[in-house]
């Protein structure tokens, strides 16, 4: 097939599956936007966390396609619905993926620990009662407990732990997530980051974020645990500098671009 990404209208859907929306298209664009580098990455194993209508897994296969034969593609969803709707997705559009109903990866750990080369998560990131995280059907999308992170710091340290020598990180984050102090996070794990695209909507402000595997990170990292150092001020800096807009959208509620 000649498509780059998922055709919306081939893109199955059920109730109690979350549609492709602003954030997933900002995923796909984020992908899009690197598919040069992911080409250049060759990547043997490629894994979706939470594939919901299918849309991000289905579009990531595509746009590798026939330039990056033989990638394996995998794909998680709690939801049992999202499994069944992200099987009709990638059939319409004649690719293949593995896919498990699962929490994040549960029952994975071991089979895929280091094996994973491009990871791709658009996590239940909106900000929530503490008790709306995991229930069942649609509210698995996008609730995210205080502060949007409570799924969102469960899957950075699952993650770190699939996520091959050469692994990447592609994640969706809200404003009100603290996307600067995810990357602080991973950093800690040897992590360097980037925004790939950063788009501000009627509803949200969101930024996809690349997060890789650096030598010079994971050295730095390693010396500020063995001196119990805080963040370096010029890090912290750069971190904050990738947000920009980030006070000004949290103080005014502004969706200016």
């Not at 709707?85 to 280091?114: F, P, Q, Y």
Request: net charge negative.
């Amino acid at each position: 097939m000649s498509f780059r990404t998922a055709q919306i209208r081939l893109v199955s859907s059920h109730p109690e599956v979350y549609e492709p929306c602003d954030d997933s298209f900002a995923l796909v664009d984020a992908l899009l936007a690197d598919r040069n580098h992911l080409l250049e990455h060759h990547p043997t194993l490629c894994m979706e966390v939470g594939c919901g209508s299918g849309y991000i897994i289905t579009s990531l296969a595509l746009m590798l396609g026939q330039d990056s034969p033989g990638v394996q593609y995998f794909a998680t969803d709690i939801n049992p619905d999202a499994v069944r709707v992200t099987s009709e997705t990638l059939e319409a559009h004649g690719v293949h993926a593995e896919l498990i109903n699962t929490d994040i990866a549960s029952g994975l750990e071991k089979r895929l620990a280091g094996l994973v080369d491009v990871m791709v998560v658009n996590p239940p990131y909106v900000p929530t009662p503490e008790d709306e995280v995991g229930r069942e059907g649609i509210a698995s999308a996008w609730a995210g407990g205080e502060n949007g992170r409570c799924v969102i710091d469960k899957i950075l340290p699952i993650a770190d732990n699939l996520l091959s020598e050469k692994g990447w990180l592609y994640m969706v984050t809200l404003t009100a997530n603290n996307p600067s102090e995810i990357c602080i996070q991973m950093r800690e794990k040897g992590y360097a980051s980037r925004i790939v695209v950063q788009r501000s909507t009627e509803e949200e402000s969101l930024h996809v974020i690349k997060f890789w595997r650096d030598f010079d990170t994971q050295a730095d990292a390693k010396e500020t645990t063995k001196t119990n150092k805080p963040v370096p001020a010029r890090l912290m800096e750069s971190l904050v500098s990738q947000f920009p807009l980030s006070s000004f959208w949290r103080s005014s509620g502004s969706n200016s671009n």
